[in-house]
Nanobody, 122 residues
Framework: QVQLVQSGGGLVQAGGSLRLSCSAS????????LGWFRQAPGKEREFVAT????????VYAGSVKGRFTNSRDNAKNTVYLQMNSLKPEATAVYYC???????????????WGQGTKVTVSS
């Protein structure tokens, strides 16, 4: 079992930055790919980014590529999502997730964080 606890998030103006963190306990995260997803009100959960177990490869949704950075520190059992140049449409609850493969599908991830709200004002 892996427990994922998220921190960060909050309210920011458009163009601003936020960093989300996701810390794991129970098992070392080096055994898992780590992804980020988000869910806006009334919408389905969507893929944001994912990173391989070793951190050698990251994949981003087209809507965030070039502005968001997904990174991990296996020694700290933590994954990060740095979000820059935020837009109002990024407003959502963000979730981290752990699974065997660094893919964009929600069903590929076995463990989920509790979610953290990000609000971007215009």
């Amino acid at each position: 079992q892996v427990q994922l606890v998220q921190s960060g998030g909050g309210l920011v103006q458009a163009g601003g930055s936020l960093r989300l963190s996701c810390s794991a306990s129970g098992r070392t995260i080096s055994n898992y790919a780590l992804g980020w997803f988000r869910q806006a009100p009334g919408k389905e959960r969507e893929f944001v980014a994912t990173i391989t177990r070793t951190g050698d490869r990251t994949v981003y949704a087209g809507s965030v590529k070039g502005r968001f950075t997904n990174s991990r520190d296996n020694a700290k059992n933590t994954v990060y999502l740095q979000m820059n140049s935020l837009k109002p449409e990024a407003t959502a609850v963000y979730y981290c997730a752990a699974g065997p493969l660094a893919v964009a599908t929600t069903w590929s991830y076995d463990y989920w964080g509790q979610g953290t709200k990000v609000t971007v004002s215009s």
